[in-house]
Nanobody, 125 residues
């Protein structure tokens, strides 16, 4: 069964860092583009960034530019989201989602065929 599995979330103080992982289970990630998304309580899910199968990242959400970095390691079958200088407003459930050769950071995009279950990130002192 093909799955995306997120991990790495947790509680962190403002200004801290976390690295989220999105692991592909049951298939190879090589030809998949993967996006990171988040959903805060009471808000719509929003796209953060997407990374193509070639490793090229797409534009970042304005509010995370310069703080978050998306990357991938195809040998590890994993996509990462490095999050630095975290703020309380970054608190959300973080999801990864993807499709073959199709990079999208639109959370409503019907072509995103695989979604992970999400990992909670809480930024609080």
């Amino acid at each position: 069964q093909m799955q995306l599995v997120e991990s790495g979330g947790g509680l962190v103080q403002p200004g801290g860092s976390l690295r989220l992982s999105c692991a592909a289970v049951g298939f190879t990630l090589d030809y998949y583009a993967i996006g990171w998304f988040r959903q805060a309580p009471g808000k719509e899910r929003e796209g953060i960034s997407c990374i193509k199968s070639t490793g090229s990242p797409r534009n970042y959400l304005d509010s995370v530019k310069g703080r978050f970095t998306i990357s991938r390691d195809n040998d590890a079958n994993t996509v990462y989201l490095q999050m630095d200088s975290l703020k309380p407003e970054d608190t959300a459930v973080y999801y990864c989602a993807g499709a073959p050769y199709y990079c999208s950071s639109d959370a409503t995009d019907q072509y995103l065929e695989l979604w992970g279950q999400g990992t909670q990130v809480t930024v609080s002192s």
